[in-house]
């Protein structure tokens, strides 16, 4: 074999540079997170009697698992916050990717469970059970911690935001 001169490849154009970028969570997307648990949270109470199986009754664990997620965040959101924007320190990209991941991640799985325990305690409103009262009131408390988790999931949103010095 022969070789007439040196093969040249063809050359590849470099991939386009992604265009836009991260926007915060929009109250719309927490609002239908909200709705799905809304009615999945409403829905368990009849499914349950339906069954023939005992509802759920929301323990102590539950609410003190959501204001532990909710203390975790805030505490990040903090050290985030201070070394962002006060010190202007920079993140290095691997970081404040996984803290956005997070903050997001966990503002949407706690909108979700917010609404499912709205749901649940609404759906114990006017019962005679007997422990109805219990569970509506146990459930409202989980909420509140749930959105708490919410909360602070979109404050460490916002303090991983960075501006252009343009």
Do not use: K
Not at 22 to 35: K, S
Not at 37 to 48: E, F, K, R
Not at 53 to 70: I, R
Not at 108 to 121: D, R
């Amino acid at each position: 074999m022969s070789r007439e001169g040196p093969v040249q490849e063809p050359e590849e154009e470099p991939p386009p540079a992604p265009a836009g970028d991260l926007r915060p969570t929009g109250a719309g997307t927490l609002l239908r997170w909200v709705a799905v648990g809304l009615v999945a949270g409403w829905a368990l109470h009849p499914v349950c009697d339906r069954l023939g199986v005992v509802p759920p009754l929301v323990s102590a664990a539950q609410p003190l698992a959501m204001l532990l997620l909710a203390a975790i965040l805030g505490y990040v959101a903090w050290v985030t916050h201070r070394a962002v924007h006060v010190r202007r320190e920079r993140l290095e990209s691997h970081q404040a990717v996984n803290r956005f991941v997070l903050a997001r991640a966990s503002a949407l799985v706690a909108a979700l469970a917010t609404g499912g325990y709205v749901g649940y305690a609404l759906s114990w409103v006017g019962d005679p059970a007997e422990l109805a009262d219990e569970r509506m009131v146990r459930s409202l408390v989980a909420a509140v911690c749930a959105l708490a988790a919410v909360v602070t999931g979109l404050l460490l949103e916002r303090a991983c935001r960075v501006h252009d010095d343009e």
